[in-house]
């Protein structure tokens, strides 16, 4: 049984549209959340890696009054592969520049985790928006964070999954076991309820992907790059949110990534790691709004 999710009524509020686009010769699937109102404040927002565009919808239930544009990344979800690309960052990077002129140009770009290392990408690489938010940002190299040992198990896995014949190969991949000790691994609340939810959010959409070729790209994209290559080129206004408790990229290393930026503010959120998407939600629309200006929304 599914479990319930905190954020639903507030979510249940918010107009949803699915819609589809063509980027790079593929049809992308993305969503719509809120008004077609022009007024209203537009935001393109990237999933992370293994994610799709659900895992930011508990964010977007504190951000009602924006139009936030929400796609799966190629090879994920209902987005299908790009046909006869390698899928590295250039892929990605260059997906999103397309997706945002095709859909939203001028649009504000907010990546998650590995989404933060592509709309960086992106943004260093020309894609123009009048402001970058980063939520965990992966400001380190990964196998050099405080989990430097699960990293590399995760690179062998991973490795070990491409390797192996087609069918064995994509079964250990989507093992819901391993899946499950990956939620457990980032999971940080001590609350059972929100708990349940992370680890049904993570067995239901963790093994969306496509095909196993593509998720090991976007693994060994996730793991060869990080922000920090991109940050002094971005000259745009930047939020960094970032957890303390993060066990993929550090709070002092999010604090030296803040300080190569041009312009940027870092928000701070403690208690929480790698899952501020889930866990904390109000808190990082909160930090969202103060940067966009725009006013507080009453109650949790």
Known sequence: MPATSPYADRLGAIPVERREV??????????VYGSDDETAPTLIAVHG??????????VVAYLPDVRVISPD??????????????????????????????????AVILGHS????????????????????????IGAPA???????????????????????????TALLRNPLVVRIMSIAMAKTKDPALRRYIH??????????????VLHDAFVTSVSHDVRAFAGVIDTPTLLIAAQRD???????????????????????ADVGHLIHYETPAEAAGAIRRFLRLPAVRGR
């Open 114 to 137: 590995f989404g933060s290392i592509v709309a960086a990408a992106a943004v260093a690489g020309g894609l123009q928006t009048p402001r970058l938010i980063l939520i965990n940002p």
């Open 73 to 106: 990344l190629p090879g994920f979800g209902e987005t299908a592969p790009v046909p006869g690309r390698e899928h590295d960052l250039g892929l990605y990077s260059g997906w999103l520049s397309e997706f945002a002129e095709a859909v939203a140009p001028d």
């Open 247 to 269: 066990d993929i990229t550090p709070i002092e290393a999010e604090r030296r990534l803040a300080m190569m930026f041009p312009e940027a503010q870092l928000v701070e959120i």
């Open 200 to 213: 049904d959010q993570h067995d239901t959409y963790f093994s969306r992907f496509a095909d196993r070729d």
């Open 22 to 31: 063509t980027v790079l010769g593929s049809r992308t699937a993305y969503w």
């Open 143 to 169: 196998l050099q964070g405080p989990k430097g040992v699960l990293t590399r198990l995760a690179v062998l896995y991973y490795a070990l999954g491409a390797r192996l014949p087609e069918r064995l190969g």
């Open 49 to 58: 890696f293994r994610g799709e565009h659900h895992g930011l919808e508990p």
